[in-house]
């Protein structure tokens, strides 16, 4: 009898064990694809996408077009596909679209670069995670700005971050909503090819659940130098108190970065808020939340080069945006923009 009952005892010990090690495992499935995102991959793509060869990735021009050949490259090599017809990585944003915009006028036609991860659940429901891949040519000496931290810091993260999810869907734990990559052309000239996205979309924008947009995340401002494990978020509470929260929880369970929300302040006289892509999502009231490290002294200028870029950091903000994407893609239900700006 008290044999019985010992191994009536040791399997449901055995069970509870299982039990616990299964939950742990699911636990932990971010976590496994998250550590895909390194510093050294980051750094090899960054020196690429920031060098000679894209001449500053001035928009409409043959850098930039380079550039945008290298985003699909990386997409089809890695056989994440594009959300378009005949698998065309790229949207096309014409001339005429961007010139009554621009700051400066005289556009050629240019292109966001679009790839696509379809939800194992819930599919119509999109995700979207950005960065603007231009920057600014060259300057008046002729010499190349490089742009490596604007914005190629946060261009690269995002390819990273894609690669992470399409391993999880090798292995059968891909998200259940879709994730889309939009890389944008024409921020520089006035966020032009996020507005074209936004009123041109390849989803419906009432099916674009919420926006993670990067730029610049590659760098250490003054204020932060003694403590660099460190993030600025924008926008995350404006439209969904839900959204906040998820990117706080997140973080705290993952990384726990210092989150300095200083540039949120609606009186903070940057304006940041309304100085990136993600406004334009913001503007038809997609949840959003723009990630940025600060500025710095190359801040549109030549000397911003890769390698000056902290790599340890930007491995840190990039798995950080990964794990937001994770949770808001794999949640029950969709979050809710309870600060809607009624229409």
């Not at 090899?44 to 490259?73: C, I, M, P, W, Y």
């Not at 999880?168 to 921020?187: C, M, N, Q, W, Y």
Request: hydrophobic share 35%; charged share 25%; aromatic share 12%.
């Amino acid at each position: 009898m008290k044999k019985i009952v010992f191994a009536i005892i040791f399997l449901i010990i055995s069970s509870c064990a299982l039990t616990q090690e299964s939950k742990r495992k699911n636990k932990d499935i971010a976590l496994k694809y998250a550590e895909t995102i390194t510093y050294k991959e980051l750094n090899v793509l960054l020196t690429s996408f920031a060098s000679d060869e894209f001449e500053g990735r001035k928009t409409g021009e043959a850098g930039q077009k380079k550039a945008a050949n290298f985003l699909r490259d990386f997409y089809s090599k890695e056989g994440i596909k594009s959300p378009q017809e005949n698998n065309n990585y790229f949207q096309i944003v014409p001339a005429s679209f961007m010139n009554p915009l621009s700051r400066q006028g005289g556009l050629n036609d240019s292109e966001n670069v679009v790839a696509f991860i379809k939800g194992s659940e819930k599919p119509d429901e999109i995700i979207v995670i950005s960065a603007h891949l231009d920057h600014l040519g060259r300057a008046y000496t002729r010499a190349i700005n490089y742009g490596a931290d604007d914005n190629g810091s946060g261009t690269v993260a995002i390819l990273e971050i894609a690669q992470a999810f399409k391993k999880a869907v090798e292995d059968g734990k891909g998200p259940k909503r879709s994730i889309l990559f939009l890389h944008v052309t024409g921020e520089e000239q006035g966020l032009l090819g996020s507005k074209y996205y936004t009123e041109n979309p390849i989803f419906p924008i009432k099916n674009t659940v919420a926006n993670l947009n990067t730029d610049m995340i590659g760098r250490v401002d003054v204020k932060h130098q003694k403590n660099p494990n460190y993030i600025y978020l924008i926008g995350s509470d404006k439209l969904s108190t839900e959204l906040h929260d998820i990117s706080e929880t997140v973080n705290k369970k993952y990384l726990n970065l210092s989150l300095d929300y200083s540039y949120n302040d609606d009186d903070d006289p940057n304006r940041y808020y309304y100085r990136s892509d993600h406004y334009n999502f913001a503007e038809f009231n997609v949840p959003v939340i723009f990630y940025f490290s600060g500025t710095h002294i190359d801040y549109h200028e030549p000397s911003d080069t890769s390698d000056k870029i902290n790599y340890e950091q930007l491995e840190n903000r990039a798995r950080l945006i990964f794990y937001t994407a994770w949770e808001i893609a794999n949640r029950k239900d969709r979050i809710v923009a309870d600060k809607a700006i009624k229409e």
